[in-house]
């Protein structure tokens, strides 16, 4: 299932004409500053729920701002929203809504309370038995308060788009609804100052691979969404190291420029846009999310260990992209063609490495005993016929994995 794909008939085409439905509603507020902006956007008379993780907006200013802006506003907040959002604590948050009559939730962190917060809009108005079916049963949303959010780390894209990933137990799921995009979206680059290294280089390869999911399948004339996608991974290759160079320094002594592109181009990477008109693989994120339920390794770490494996255990399906994106992101134009998927393979792997995301599963401490458990969660969950063709079923998530140990 295209998890992050918003239009079935995306999926296995190979007319060069591939109908498509682009419908972004997410205002995006971008620059220093734009958070004063917020109340001009938020309907007057809301009441609003504040949610936000684990608590550095409140070390970095972002909160103080927030509170500044909703001045006008009647709200309340939910705090200690767990990265890779945990279903019981986003339900504790459902319960407050509907307690406190809230019609207006706005998100102040990063992927994971954008995501736990879509969640909570699409819960708050469920009236099926138990929301957790939107996510295990897919049950479609049909109503979800309005949200918005206001993102303090570039990765997921989730401020611009309507996916939703949460957590119970060792079920990693999600779901996707026209409902739950951001009604607005701040990208304030100075909020991400105080990322820290490990979440600077989670973003970009997250960004990164976002972009690699939508591009590096096979070809259907799309010279647009290609070139498209090939800016946003070159942004990311050149500017993704400055950021660690700037890590952990003041802000008078950040680059905003990097962090802006940055934040722009994680945006773009899974706004939909890139997408649309063109083939979807995802199985990259579909193998990853078992290895952060099963190992707990951050959805980054999951991708950069997964995808140069995938790449090598598809290069015959995805020949063709290949050597264009060994020719365009990596300049390899000469000589063999085998070669050069190797290098193009070998250089994404590095770029990884570059960023200090590690690429291999025995580097974060397990070995070959953990591939039956990832499959059997595999299996579960119905991931089966995988990538943008559906030829990755078992037998090669296998061979992927094992590659990645
Ligand atoms: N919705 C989508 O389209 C989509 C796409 C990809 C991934 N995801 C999901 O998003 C989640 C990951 O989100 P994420 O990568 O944005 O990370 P995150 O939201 O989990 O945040 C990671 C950590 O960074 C901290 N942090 C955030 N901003 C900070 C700042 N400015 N300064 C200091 N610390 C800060 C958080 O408190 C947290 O501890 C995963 O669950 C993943 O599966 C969603």
Redesign the pocket.
């Known amino acids: 299932m295209p998890v992050?794909s918003d239009h079935p008939g995306d999926k296995n085409k190979e007319s060069a004409v591939n109908n498509f439905d682009y419908h972004n509603p997410t205002r995006i507020l971008f620059g220093e500053g734009e958070i004063a902006n917020i109340g001009n956007y938020i309907p007057a008379g809301s009441k609003v729920m504040v949610l936000y993780?684990?608590g550095?907006i409140k070390a970095?200013g972002?909160y103080q701002q927030v509170s500044d802006a909703l001045a006008e506003f009647d709200w309340v907040e939910h705090g200690g929203i767990s990265?890779?959002?945990k279903y019981d604590e986003l339900m504790a948050a459902v319960k407050t809504v509907k307690e406190q009559q809230v019609d207006f939730l706005l998100a102040v962190?990063?992927?994971?309370?954008?995501?736990g917060t879509k969640f909570v809009a699409a819960a708050a108005h469920f009236e099926g038995q138990d929301p957790w079916d939107i996510l295990a049963k897919q049950v479609p949303v049909t109503r979800a308060l309005p949200l918005a959010t206001i993102l303090?780390?570039p990765?997921?894209?989730?401020e611009a788009?309507g996916?939703?990933?949460v957590?119970r137990g060792e079920d990693?799921l999600a779901f996707n609804s026209p409902l739950v995009f951001p009604q607005f979206s701040v990208l304030d680059p100075t909020?991400?100052y105080?990322?820290?290294a490990r979440?600077v280089a989670?973003?970009v390869v997250?960004a990164f691979v976002?972009t690699i999911e939508q591009y590096l399948t096979y070809p259907v004339n799309s010279p647009i969404q290609d070139r498209f996608a090939e800016s946003l991974l070159l942004t990311l290759i050149e500017e993704g190291p400055k950021a660690m160079a700037d890590v952990g320094k003041p802000a008078e002594q950040q680059n905003y420029d990097v962090r802006a592109n940055i934040m722009w181009a994680a945006t773009l990477a899974?706004n939909t846009l890139i997408g649309k008109g063109v083939p979807q693989d995802w199985a990259t994120?579909m193998i990853g999310?078992e290895l952060?339920a099963v190992l707990g390794l951050d959805?980054?770490q999951t991708l950069a260990v997964v995808l140069p494996n995938l790449m090598q255990a598809q290069r015959q399906p995805k020949r063709e992209k290949l050597l264009q994106y060994a020719e365009r992101i990596w300049g390899l134009n000469e000589g063999d063609e085998e070669t050069r998927i190797d290098v193009a393979i070998a250089n994404t792997r590095a770029f990884f490495e570059t960023m200090k995301v590690k690429t291999r599963i025995s580097e974060y401490g397990h070995g070959a005993e953990v591939v039956d458990t990832l499959m059997a969660q595999l299996e579960r969950h119905g991931m089966v016929k995988l990538g943008e063709r559906g030829d990755i079923d078992l037998g090669r998530s296998r061979e992927i994995l094992e590659a990645a140990l």
């Open positions: 992050f993780g684990g550095s970095n972002v990265p890779n959002p962190g990063g992927g994971s309370v954008a995501d303090t780390l990765a997921t894209g989730s788009n996916n939703s990933v957590t990693k909020t991400t105080t990322l820290p979440q989670n973003g997250d976002h899974l994120h999310h952060t959805h980054a």
